[in-house]
């Protein structure tokens, strides 16, 4: 009987080393596509005001798409949400409320909501991905402490837990680029960048 080899070395591991049935494999990447396309969702919305959550009158219901609060046409992809979005008996509203608009928090917001969506997309870049994204979901969870349904997990927790996840399977392999990624003499040479 032969021994099945499974390489030692995590930048040479692929997907399949630690997720061994395929059926696991296809979930970790309809999971890791649905995530990606929800982050390019909020910013293609907060880059033009699709009209979902960007670009409509909270107090009419007045949709104005491609309209003002497009950030291409002047409009602040951070403003509502750091404004109007945290409790006002949050602990660190005043932080939270004093960068709303900053156009440093407006770039980083919208750099990071690109960049993490296309890296899970495509499924390269997955670990980078789990902490910048996880930083962000974690950044969204403390600005709206106090949470409303549970006293410590929300949305926001458990999508930072589900991209650590993901880097933690190599699921950019499945439906993705990731093995391919993995072989660049880049990624060999800096294995944080799989």
Not at 16 to 22: F, K, M, P, Q, S
Not at 51 to 78: C, K, M, Q
Not at 126 to 139: C, E, K, N, Q, W
Request: proline share 4%; aromatic share 12%.
């Amino acid at each position: 009987m032969a021994l099945l080899q499974r390489p030692t070395h995590l930048a040479t591991m692929v997907e399949r080393d630690i997720v061994t049935h395929g059926a696991a494999r296809r979930g970790l990447a309809v999971l890791r596509l649905g995530f990606g396309l929800t982050f390019l969702w909020a910013f293609f919305d907060k880059l033009l005001a699709l009209g979902y959550a960007t670009g409509v009158n909270g107090e009419t219901g007045a949709v104005d798409r491609f309209g003002p609060d497009a950030w291409i046409h002047g409009g602040s992809p951070t403003f509502g949400f750091l404004s109007f979005g945290v409790p006002a008996d949050n602990p660190f509203h005043d932080f939270f409320t004093g960068m709303a608009g900053d156009a440093w928090a407006d770039w980083l917001f919208m750099i990071g909501l690109a960049g993490i969506g296309t890296a899970l997309v495509l499924g390269i870049g997955v670990r980078i991905t789990a902490v910048t994204g996880g930083a962000l979901y974690l950044l969204m969870w403390l600005a709206s402490m106090p949470l409303e349904n549970n006293p410590v997990i929300d949305d926001h927790l458990i999508g930072a837990v589900a991209l650590v996840v993901l880097a933690l399977t190599l699921a950019g392999d499945t439906w993705g680029l990731g093995a391919a990624w993995a072989r660049t003499s880049l990624v060999r040479r800096f294995p944080v960048l799989r």
